[in-house]
């Protein structure tokens, strides 16, 4: 299994980010993916979650209204749109695939919010 996240970067309060986590090494539509974060000193929380249609998503309550899950399965990739980002969403994302009794993790892909 490999996980790869990108689109990460440096961005002001109030600004947007599109997250991208391919996937491989797995039948990536028959399973729902999650986007976990980590911020310094802190430990890692869930964000997201989507189902393996697509059909329905869950947030945090953090990023409830701001941030979106998607995925597209023909491409083996799932997405996360963040928008008004806040500094307080800084952290390392993680995708994450919800296949039972395995733990796989990516590199993930550092997000800073910050003027």
């Known amino acids: 299994v490999q996980l790869v996240e990108s689109g990460g970067g440096l961005v002001q309060p109030g600004g947007s980010l599109r997250l991208s986590c391919a996937a491989s090494?797995?039948?990536?539509?028959?399973?729902?993916m999650k986007w976990y974060r980590q911020a310094p000193g802190k430990e890692r929380e869930w964000v997201a979650r989507?189902?393996?249609?697509?059909?329905?998503?869950n947030y945090a309550e953090s990023v409830k209204g701001r941030f979106t899950i998607s995925r597209d399965n023909a491409k083996n990739t799932v997405y996360l749109q963040m928008n008004s980002l806040k500094p307080e969403d800084t952290a390392v994302y993680y995708c994450?695939?919800?296949?039972?009794?395995?733990?796989?993790w990516g590199q993930g892909t550092q997000v800073t919010v910050s003027s």
């Open positions: 994450y695939p919800s296949i039972w009794g395995t733990d796989y």
């Open positions: 090494g797995f039948t990536f539509s028959m399973y729902a």
């Open positions: 989507i189902a393996s249609s697509g059909g329905s998503t």
